[in-house]
């Protein structure tokens, strides 16, 4: 994983500067200064607005149409992800899950496994994968209809992300 530094520094634009649907903006809660394409999500807490403290990739969706981008943007983090890893891999890369949970077996619209880990290296990540399973039900759209289980979400915040929405709540009150 690249040092806390190195990630805060991060823009979402220098993975995407042509997107026309690249969007920077203040998120509805006014917790954080968002980047966004549709699946791919980087936020700065609005108390340090230079900071990248969270980033979420989705590697199904919307993605598809840029597919070479949440992968860069997992390659920068050190995480070497696609759709097509496989738990091994993950498993491999970051250690056993701290939490893992699934979704009911009685949701058919969208069957999924999600691992949390905890990263001491880079000075700290939460990491999170959630791996969707085939089978999703036929009211979804194409692309989260699977063959094959795969890798959907990637989430990866600082460590110290929580202490800094909690300063953003005392603030607020």
Not at 8 to 15: A, T, Y
Request: glycine share 6%.
């Amino acid at each position: 994983m690249i040092a806390n530094d190195e990630f805060s520094k991060l823009r979402l634009r220098d993975f995407c500067t042509d997107n026309k649907y690249y969007r920077e903006e203040l998120d509805e809660h006014a917790f954080y200064l968002e980047e966004t394409i549709p699946g791919i999500w980087f936020g700065r807490p609005i108390i340090r607005p230079d900071e990248t403290f969270r980033i979420t990739v989705s590697l199904l969706g919307f993605s598809e149409y840029w597919a070479d981008i949440g992968p860069a943007i997992l390659a920068r983090l050190g995480l070497p992800f696609t759709r097509e890893s496989t738990t091994e891999h993950v498993f491999e890369s970051l250690g056993l899950p701290r939490i893992t949970a699934s979704s009911s077996p009685d949701d058919a619209t969208h069957r999924s496994d999600i691992y949390q880990f905890h990263l001491e290296e880079g000075g700290g990540y939460e990491i999170e994968c959630v791996f969707l399973e085939p089978g999703a039900g036929s009211d979804w759209l194409p692309c989260y209809r699977v063959p094959t289980r795969s890798l959907w979400d990637v989430r990866v915040e600082r460590s110290d992300h929580d202490s800094i929405i909690k300063e953003i709540e005392d603030r607020c009150q």
